[in-house]
C-alpha cells in the first residue's frame, strides 16, 4: 500500500523538529526576556482545534517545569467567559499564550486583543508574524513550519507538521520561564532542551514502531464507523488530537474522553465492539489505565493502546493492537510521540475506506476562510471584555 499524504506528512516530523528546535529557541530566549519572566504569576493558554490541543497538553510543562500555575481553555472560553475575571496580581502578571497557526483565527484573535485590553501579557504563538492574532497581541514568537519537500507540496492534508511546531514552542517555552525565574538551573534547563531535540530521533523511531501495527488495527476494525480514544493528564490532550485527525481523515464519528471519566460515561455504551484505544506515557495515569483496559475488554470492547516499549501499559494481556512509543522520555513531552499512532491510523483508516480528507469539502461546505459558512476566519469578534 503506497504511503498516502497524510502518511507522507507523519514521516516528516522528525526532520522537522531536527530544523526548527534551534530557531525556537532562540526565539523563545528573545521573547521571554528575564524581566518578563519574573513578573508572571500565572500562565493561561488558549487556541481552537489543534491549536487548543497543544496548549492543553503543555499544561504539566509550565506546571513542572516553569513552577507556574497554568490554566488552558479553549478561545471561545477564555474570550466570553474568562478574560474579564482574570487574577488581580498587578499589571502583565498574567501571562496569556494564545496559539493559532494561521494567526487569523476569529476566536483567538478575539481571545488575544481582549487579554491585553485586560492587562496581561498577550502573547501570539503563530505561523504568520503579521496577521491578525501578531497584530493583536503585544509579543509574538513565530512557530512558522518550513516549506514541505516539493513532491508534498499543495496537498490538503490534516494537521501534523503545525501541531508539532506549536507543542515544541509552548515546551520551549515552560523551560524558559523555569530558568528565568531560578525554577530551573542553567544546566537542568539546557537538558531539557537537548531532551527536546532528542524527540526527533524518538519520533523516526515510534513512526516505525507502529506503523505496521495501526494498518493492522485499521484493516481489523474496517466494519467499526465510530472510536474512542482515552488520555490524561498531557496526554487528554493527545486523545483529542487523535479522534480529530479521524474526523478530518475518514469523517467518523471520534470521541476524546478523559481516561477516568470513560469508567464513568463510555463503560455504559450500547455497541459492544467499540474500538477504545487507551493512551499513556507510563507515568502518573498508568495504573488506572490498566484497570480500565480490563474493563473494556470485559464488556466487549476492542482495546488498542498507546504506549512506550517495556512498560506495563504495553504489556497488558487484554491489548489487542499495541502502538508501540519509543523510551525514554518524560511524561510531559510525551505527546510529541503519542500523538502520532493516531494520526497514523487516521491515515490508514481514510486509504483503506477511501474517504477524502475534510469530505472533499463538499456538502455545502467550502475551504475558502478555513470552512466557509462555518466562518472561522471572519465571526463576529466582541472588542469589549464582559464580566
Same mark, same amino acid.
Given at each position: 500500500?503506497?504511503?498516502?499524504?497524510?502518511?507522507?506528512?507523519?514521516?516528516?516530523?522528525?526532520?522537522?523538529?531536527?530544523?526548527?528546535?534551534?530557531?525556537?529557541?532562540? +526565539?523563545?530566549?528573545?521573547?521571554?526576556?528575564?524581566?518578563?519572566?519574573?513578573?508572571? $504569576?500565572?500562565?493561561?493558554?488558549?487556541?481552537?482545534?489543534?491549536?487548543?490541543?497543544?496548549?492543553?497538553?503543555?499544561?504539566?510543562?509550565?506546571?513542572?517545569?516553569?513552577?507556574?500555575?497554568?490554566?488552558?481553555?479553549?478561545?471561545?472560553?477564555?474570550?466570553?467567559?474568562?478574560?474579564?475575571?482574570?487574577?488581580?496580581?498587578?499589571?502583565?502578571?498574567?501571562?496569556?499564550?494564545?496559539? $493559532?497557526?494561521?494567526?487569523?483565527?476569529?476566536?483567538?484573535?478575539?481571545?488575544?486583543?481582549?487579554?491585553?485590553?485586560?492587562?496581561?501579557?498577550?502573547?501570539?504563538?503563530?505561523?504568520?508574524?503579521?496577521?491578525?492574532?501578531?497584530?493583536?497581541?503585544?509579543?509574538?514568537?513565530?512557530?512558522?513550519?518550513?516549506?514541505?519537500?516539493?513532491?508534498?507540496?499543495?496537498?490538503?492534508?490534516?494537521?501534523?507538521?503545525?501541531?508539532?511546531?506549536?507543542?515544541?514552542?509552548?515546551?520551549?517555552?515552560?523551560?524558559?520561564?523555569?530558568?528565568?525565574?531560578?525554577?530551573?538551573?542553567?544546566?537542568?534547563?539546557?537538558?531539557?532542551?537537548?531532551?527536546?531535540?532528542?524527540?526527533?530521533?524518538?519520533?523516526?523511531?515510534?513512526? +516505525?514502531?507502529?506503523?505496521?501495527?495501526?494498518?493492522?488495527?485499521?484493516?481489523?476494525?474496517?466494519?467499526?464507523?465510530?472510536?474512542?480514544?482515552?488520555?490524561?493528564?498531557?496526554?487528554?490532550?493527545?486523545?483529542?488530537?487523535?479522534?480529530?485527525?479521524?474526523?478530518?481523515?475518514?469523517?467518523?464519528?471520534?470521541?476524546?474522553?478523559?481516561?477516568?471519566?470513560?469508567?464513568?460515561?463510555?463503560?455504559?455504551?450500547?455497541?459492544?465492539?467499540?474500538?477504545?484505544?487507551?493512551?499513556?506515557?507510563?507515568?502518573?495515569?498508568?495504573?488506572?489505565?490498566?484497570?480500565?483496559?480490563?474493563?473494556?475488554?470485559?464488556?466487549?470492547?476492542?482495546?488498542?493502546?498507546?504506549?512506550?516499549?517495556? $512498560?506495563?501499559?504495553?504489556?497488558?494481556?487484554?491489548?489487542?493492537?499495541?502502538?508501540?512509543?519509543?523510551?525514554?522520555?518524560?511524561?510531559?513531552?510525551?505527546?510529541?510521540?503519542?500523538?502520532?499512532?493516531?494520526?497514523?491510523?487516521?491515515?490508514?483508516?481514510?486509504?483503506?475506506?477511501?474517504?477524502?480528507?475534510?469530505?472533499?469539502?463538499?456538502?455545502?461546505?467550502?475551504?475558502?476562510?478555513?470552512?466557509?459558512?462555518?466562518?472561522?476566519?471572519?465571526?463576529?469578534?466582541?472588542?469589549?471584555?464582559?464580566?
Amino acid at each position: 500500500m503506497e504511503r498516502s499524504p497524510l502518511h507522507q506528512q507523519v514521516d516528516t516530523l522528525p526532520d522537522l523538529v531536527l530544523a526548527m528546535i534551534d530557531n525556537l529557541v532562540t +526565539a523563545v530566549r528573545y521573547t521571554f526576556t528575564p524581566a518578563l519572566s519574573q513578573k508572571i $504569576s500565572r500562565v493561561f493558554t488558549t487556541g481552537c482545534g489543534d491549536s487548543y490541543f497543544a496548549p492543553l497538553n503543555a499544561e504539566l510543562a509550565f506546571e513542572q517545569l516553569a513552577g507556574l500555575p497554568c490554566e488552558p481553555m479553549t478561545a471561545m472560553q477564555f474570550a466570553r467567559y474568562t478574560v474579564g475575571y482574570l487574577p488581580e496580581t498587578g499589571q502583565g502578571s498574567n501571562l496569556v499564550l494564545a496559539v $493559532s497557526v494561521s494567526g487569523a483565527v476569529s476566536r483567538t484573535v478575539e481571545a488575544m486583543a481582549l487579554a491585553r485590553r485586560a492587562g496581561a501579557t498577550a502573547v501570539a504563538l503563530t505561523g504568520s508574524p503579521d496577521g491578525p492574532l501578531g497584530q493583536a497581541a503585544e509579543l509574538v514568537l513565530e512557530t512558522a513550519v518550513p516549506p514541505l519537500p516539493a513532491e508534498l507540496q499543495g496537498q490538503i492534508v490534516p494537521g501534523t507538521r503545525s501541531y508539532v511546531a506549536s507543542q515544541l514552542a509552548l515546551y520551549l517555552t515552560a523551560v524558559q520561564l523555569g530558568e528565568q525565574r531560578g525554577h530551573l538551573t542553567k544546566a537542568a534547563a539546557n537538558k531539557l532542551r537537548r531532551e527536546l531535540a532528542h524527540t526527533a530521533e524518538l519520533m523516526a523511531h515510534t513512526i +516505525a514502531q507502529s506503523d505496521k501495527v495501526t494498518r493492522q488495527a485499521a484493516e481489523t476494525w474496517h466494519d467499526a464507523d465510530q472510536f474512542v480514544f482515552c488520555g490524561a493528564g498531557p496526554n487528554y490532550g493527545t486523545a483529542l488530537f487523535s479522534a480529530a485527525k479521524v474526523l478530518e481523515a475518514s469523517g467518523d464519528t471520534a470521541v476524546a474522553q478523559d481516561t477516568e471519566e470513560w469508567a464513568h460515561l463510555q463503560y455504559f455504551g450500547r455497541q459492544v465492539p467499540t474500538p477504545t484505544i487507551f493512551i499513556g506515557a507510563g507515568g502518573r495515569d498508568e495504573s488506572r489505565a490498566l484497570e480500565l483496559v480490563t474493563a473494556a475488554k470485559t464488556i466487549g470492547r476492542r482495546v488498542a493502546v498507546i504506549a512506550p516499549q517495556g $512498560s506495563a501499559l504495553a504489556a497488558h494481556p487484554d491489548v489487542d493492537f499495541l502502538w508501540e512509543t519509543a523510551v525514554p522520555t518524560r511524561e510531559c513531552f510525551s505527546p510529541l510521540l503519542t500523538c502520532l499512532p493516531g494520526t497514523l491510523f487516521a491515515a490508514y483508516r481514510a486509504q483503506l475506506i477511501g474517504e477524502p480528507y475534510f469530505r472533499g469539502f463538499g456538502g455545502g461546505r467550502s475551504i475558502e476562510g478555513g470552512g466557509g459558512i462555518s466562518r472561522i476566519r471572519d465571526s463576529q469578534q466582541i472588542e469589549e471584555i464582559r464580566q
